[in-house]
């Protein structure tokens, strides 16, 4: 299983980026998705996640409306869109793979395939 994060870059406060994330060696048939980030000298945490048994997505609450995960199943690569950034929002983002029957929530433990990161930094 390799996963790997594209799509980060430094932006003003406000604006938008779209990070990627290029699977191979799994399918999504039998993998829940995830999204997380970890800011400096703050734990991990998770952004979104997409249950791949009944296909329900979950967000944190944090996210107000501003971030979207999208699967793109020809390309095997997934999404997500980050609106209105804010400086809060600097982080090491991370996409994450996890078998479906071990779905524990949007959390860290129900997810054992990670990509590298990608940075995110956002000024005001």
């Known amino acids: 299983v390799q996963l790997v994060e594209s799509g980060g870059g430094s932006v003003l406060a406000g604006r938008s980026l779209r990070l990627s994330c290029a699977m191979s060696?799994?399918?999504?048939?039998?993998?829940?998705i995830g999204w997380f980030r970890q800011a400096p000298g703050k734990e991990r945490e998770g952004i979104s996640c997409?249950?791949?048994?009944?296909?329900?997505?979950s967000y944190a609450d944090w996210v107000k409306g501003r971030f979207t995960i999208s699967i793109d199943r020809a390309k095997n690569t997934v999404y997500l869109q980050m609106n209105n950034l804010r400086p809060e929002d600097t982080a090491v983002y991370s996409c994450?793979?996890?078998?479906?029957?071990?779905?524990?929530?949007?959390?860290?433990?129900?997810?054992?395939?990670w990509g590298q990161g990608t940075q995110v930094t956002v000024s005001s």
């Open positions: 060696g799994l399918t999504f048939d039998d993998h829940n």
């Open positions: 994450a793979a996890g078998f479906s029957s071990l779905w524990v929530g949007c959390k860290i433990a129900g997810f054992a395939s």
């Open positions: 997409s249950n791949t048994d009944d296909g329900t997505t």
